[in-house]
Nanobody, 122 residues
Framework: QVQLVESGGGLVQPGGSLRLTCEASGSISSINVMGWYRQAPGKQRELVAVISSGGSTNYADSVKGRITISRDNAKNTVYLGMNSLKPEDTAVYYC????????????????WGQGTQVTVSS
């Protein structure tokens, strides 16, 4: 079984910063891609940023220049550093991982975390 556990969300004022952390644990053989998605009330879940095992990144246009994704492969952990936060960044942020499990390493499986709330408000 695989679990993704997020932490670091909270309430921050506009212009502030937060750092989200997501640790994957369980019977993991390898992790291909890790990423962050978010879902605001009444809206669909959307991509924020993803990072490959080799460090290649991709960002949503709305967060470029303000948000940085990074990962520690040895710790199966992905981070999301968020600066210059805006009220429109308010959402539940979900961690995502595409990985191989030890029991079936020939296949790729997608897992989600439970989500962490980020609220940007004065």
């Amino acid at each position: 079984q695989v679990q993704l556990v997020e932490s670091g969300g909270g309430l921050v004022q506009p212009g502030g910063s937060l750092r989200l952390t997501c640790e994957a644990s369980g019977s993991i053989s390898s992790i291909n891609v890790m990423g962050w998605y978010r879902q605001a009330p009444g809206k669909q879940r959307e991509l924020v940023a993803v990072i490959s095992s080799g460090g290649s990144t991709n960002y949503a246009d709305s967060v470029k220049g303000r948000i940085t994704i990074s990962r520690d492969n040895a710790k199966n952990t992905v981070y999301l550093g968020m600066n210059s936060l805006k009220p429109e960044d308010t959402a539940v942020y979900y961690c995502n991982a595409v990985l191989r499990i030890k029991a079936a390493s020939w296949g790729l499986y997608t897992y989600w975390g439970q989500g962490t709330q980020v609220t940007v408000s004065s």
